[in-house]
T-cell receptor
Framework: DGGITQSPKYLFRKEGQNVTLSCEQNLNHDAMYWYRQDPGQGLRLIYYSQIVNDFQKGDIAEGYSVSREKKESFPLTVTSAQKNPTAFYLC????????????FGPGTRLTVL | AQTVTQSQPEMSVQEAETVTLSCTYDTSESDYYLFWYKQPPSRQMILVIRQEAYKQQNATENRFSVNFQKAAKSFSLKISDSQLGDAAMYFCAYAGTASKLTFGTGTRLQVTL
């Protein structure tokens, strides 16, 4: 089955620690995205990548970092510089074309203790 | 920059009835796509329907249809014969020439017996 997997489903972090969220896809999509979802604010774009070894900042990139070493993988690191990291994080992928819809993973709930 | 506005934070509909969710957007582009995504309690984002801006005909997918008014920049979703499984958050999204989606803040739909 083709799809997007995210792990873990729930993640707890102490203040001051970096944490990495995993996102893997086997849809052969070139583009991958990370979103943050907070209550009442919809989805906000953190980072996106259209090709291996290249990525761009989204609307709320501060305190986050990403890498794209493989086409299938786009991990997100939430650093200690992110002031309010508790949120639901969604990964998505799409073919590299204009106007295309994105396919989403099941998400990771990050809680800072 | 493009913006997407969903002015109804919550809506309620009785089972078997019809409900319309509103969405307006702002853009200076002439070519774009619009989407409605559904997010049930599992939080998995699911594509419901999409509309190409160049098409005058409104998109339909079974019980789901849209009313696309390009001049008014309006894109509403109509759900007919509502079912309990339709209860979810619904997000309107815009895709323009940039390879990313802009989401509205969502409408929570409750379906009652």
């Amino acid at each position: 089955d083709g799809g997007i997997t995210q792990s873990p489903k729930y993640l707890f972090r102490k203040e001051g620690q970096n944490v990495t969220l995993s996102c893997e896809q086997n849809l052969n999509h070139d583009a991958m995205y990370w979103y943050r979802q907070d209550p009442g604010q919809g989805l906000r774009l953190i980072y996106y990548s259209q090709i291996v070894n290249d990525f761009q900042k989204g609307d709320i990139a501060e305190g986050y970092s990403v890498s794209r070493e493989k086409k299938e993988s786009f991990p997100l690191t939430v650093t200690s510089a992110q002031k309010n990291p508790t949120a639901f994080y969604l990964c998505a992928s799409s073919v590299l074309a204009r106007f295309t819809e994105q396919f989403f993973g099941p998400g990771t709930r990050l809680t800072v203790l | 920059a493009q913006t997407v506005t969903q002015s109804q934070p919550e809506m309620s509909v009785q089972e078997a009835e019809t409900v319309t969710l509103s969405c307006t957007y702002d853009t200076s582009e002439s070519d774009y796509y619009l989407f409605w995504y559904k997010q049930p309690p599992s939080r998995q984002m699911i594509l419901v329907i999409r509309q190409e801006a160049y098409k005058q005909q409104n998109a339909t997918e079974n019980r789901f249809s849209v009313n696309f008014q390009k001049a008014a920049k309006s894109f509403s979703l109509k759900i007919s014969d509502s079912q309990l499984g339709d209860a979810a958050m619904y997000f309107c999204a815009y895709a323009g020439t940039a390879s990313k989606l802009t989401f509205g803040t969502g409408t929570r739909l409750q379906v009652t017996l």
